[in-house]
């Protein structure tokens, strides 16, 4: 089963016409708008709690919500996503996540803002969901984890641009930091246009040659059309993914949330200020989005099954990890930089193959609630995470070793538990009612 889904034995289908890379460049675009409306509030948090006078607490509250809502969002957007497809799932997610990035420019107390960052976290919460689901649709399974990886290199882009951004809205235009989260709104709203006007499924679009069309279709016909949820939670192939993120989401979100403070204490440098070293970093985990995602459709063109070449490149991907075992000992700063930006590399990786197996398993009809599935245990994870860290650093004076040291153990961990559960990553079996 598993070598018939990866090609082996069929005649091969020339790859011609490139209007599916088209829709990766529309999910980049989308990616790169997501992320750049996650992270405003924490660039602007220090602004924000001096003139609304939060306490840690406060602002502690404050990512709680966003983190709970992003969770428990994914259950929900995955179903909405797999019932009324990309085009309007998707369409819904971007129309909520704007509404709650706009309603932080009318927030005035903690607890508006927590609302509007549960709205954000409930919209965006929808995004990784549509992401497979749509690269199932526009991709076969060769194709499939490279081109996630492009997408998925995107969310650095949108971090990056974040700090411009800013600086274009509230320096050169002069706007206040109200002002600036209503205009930026924008974005969202023209990537709500765009959506709706250039996507749609292959077969539908009216734009793609009928070469292409057959190089999309090529993989076996899948055998069972939709799986509802009661049938999605009983699968231990649902399950491996869902722990495969649960233990390696968290490290993401310790990057985002951590590092600023880490370079600040340890190098005496504020990351918001001087650039680079974050710009550094970040496009090395693109390369490794990217490297990660062609390795691992390289491999299945090479002939390689579908769980060799997925499980391999997880494997090398937590290999890449490694580095941070000796980031605390390091008085170079540059050279950890480099250390921290190897192991955000092997992250992304491994995040763009993982990415990848839920369609290698379920039919496209179930996609999107594995994705939220897999997105709720990431979520539940990164909040562990969050309290962990904290209580690890006051207990070690904010000796950041044994946090490095976890985070280099969960991607093994990930790749045991998903060989334990789906030993050959072979499609779903489900009975017949």
């Not at 209007?19 to 790169?32: E, H």
Request: glycine fraction near 10%; proline fraction near 4%.
């Amino acid at each position: 089963m598993a070598q018939a889904i990866a090609g082996e034995g069929a005649a091969p289908v020339p790859k011609t016409g490139r209007y599916r890379w088209l829709i990766v460049a529309l999910l980049f675009a989308a990616t790169t708008v997501n992320y750049i409306d996650r992270t405003m509030l924490g660039l602007l948090a220090p602004v924000l709690g001096d003139e609304l006078r939060w306490s840690e607490n406060d602002y502690g509250n404050i990512v709680t919500a966003f983190q709970a809502a992003y969770a428990l969002g994914f259950l929900a957007m995955g179903w909405l996503i797999d019932r009324f497809g990309p085009k309007i799932g998707y369409s819904i997610a971007i129309a909520v996540w704007t509404i709650g990035h706009v309603a932080h420019g009318f927030a005035s107390s903690v607890v508006s803002f927590m609302l509007a960052r549960v709205i954000l976290g409930v919209g965006e919460a929808g995004h990784f969901p549509s992401v497979v689901r749509a690269s199932s649709e526009w991709f076969p399974q060769k194709e499939r984890a490279y081109a996630i990886g492009w997408v998925n290199s995107a969310t650095t882009i949108g971090v990056i641009l974040t700090a411009p951004t800013l600086w274009l809205f509230m320096t050169w235009l002069g706007f206040d930091w109200r002002q600036t989260f209503i205009y930026t709104g924008l974005f969202g709203a023209a990537l709500l246009l765009l959506w709706l006007w250039l996507y749609s499924n292959p077969r539908e679009s009216g734009k793609v040659s009928d070469a292409e069309l057959a190089w999309i279709e090529h993989d076996p016909p899948e055998q069972v059309l939709h799986i509802g949820w009661g049938r999605i939670v009983t699968k231990r192939e649902a399950w491996a993914f869902a722990i495969a993120k649960f233990l390696t989401d968290p490290v993401w979100f310790l990057m985002l949330f951590w590092l600023p403070k880490y370079f600040s204490t340890t190098y005496d440098v504020d990351l918001k200020v001087v650039l680079l070293p974050m710009i550094i970093m970040y496009l090395l985990s693109d390369a490794g989005s990217i490297v990660g995602g062609w390795v691992s459709s390289k491999l299945i063109h090479m002939g390689r099954s579908v769980n060799f070449a997925r499980k391999a490149t997880m494997l090398g991907a937590g290999c890449c990890v490694l580095p941070l075992l000796f980031v605390t000992g390091l008085d170079n700063m540059w050279l950890a930089v480099v250390l921290i930006g190897i192991a955000l590399a092997g992250h992304q990786a491994f995040s763009s193959t993982i990415l990848s197996i839920p369609p290698d398993m379920f039919p496209k009809r179930a996609v999107g609630s594995v994705i939220g599935l897999g997105g709720f245990m990431g979520g539940v994870g990164g909040m562990i995470m969050a309290k962990s860290t904290g209580l690890v650093l006051d207990a070690t004076n904010g000796n950041y070793t044994v946090i490095f040291a976890a985070c280099t153990v969960v991607y093994f961990l990930a790749v045991f538990a998903v060989h334990l559960l789906s030993p050959r990553l072979a499609p779903v079996t489900v009975e017949r009612a």
